[in-house]
């Protein structure tokens, strides 16, 4: 079979790339990111740490409506496994899929958000992917505060060695 060249690139991209982003669920111009009640909106963001043995990722999932960490995951590496592993403690955590379905997943375009097994096992689990807008740093707020309280109360009292 013969590719076109135009669609040649294309194809190129979609595998440097992988997937195009989902577009914020959150559409309109107020973004409002409340929940009425649990497992309506998840956060999730990554976060690093050094240590002598080099950096530590972090990726955590916060609940909105209970303002908890409901699920993470910790690796020597920022790959999409670590961003599924954060997604699967959390649902599991949460009482399994029947439970969380329809819940919405707001990220940044992180490369690990976007990856196609993010997005599959978000399609899984029956969870809706929501990302924020270019330039939008307000939207993940809550999750960097998070991270800024974990840096500066627990992990920046000491060295770590690993």
Sequence with gaps: MRIRPHLASRMVLYQLLGPRCVDSTFSSPERDFTAKAINELWLTDVTEHHTSEGKL????????????????????????????AAIDDAVARRGGSGMI??????????????????????????????????????????????????????????????
Excluded: P
């Design 101 to 162: 379905a329809g819940c919405v997943v707001h990220s940044d375009r992180g490369s690990q958000f976007r990856s196609r097994k993010f997005q599959q096992v978000l399609r899984h689990y029956g969870l809706v992917g929501s990302m924020g807008r270019v330039g939008a740093a307000g939207d993940n707020a809550a999750m960097e505060s998070f991270f800024a309280v974990l840096q500066k109360n627990v992990l920046d009292r000491g060295r770590w060695d690993t």
């Design 57 to 84: 990722y972090m990726c955590a999932v916060k609940d909105v409506f209970s303002n908890r960490i409901i699920g993470y995951a910790i690796d020597s590496r920022m790959k999409s496994r670590l961003a599924v």
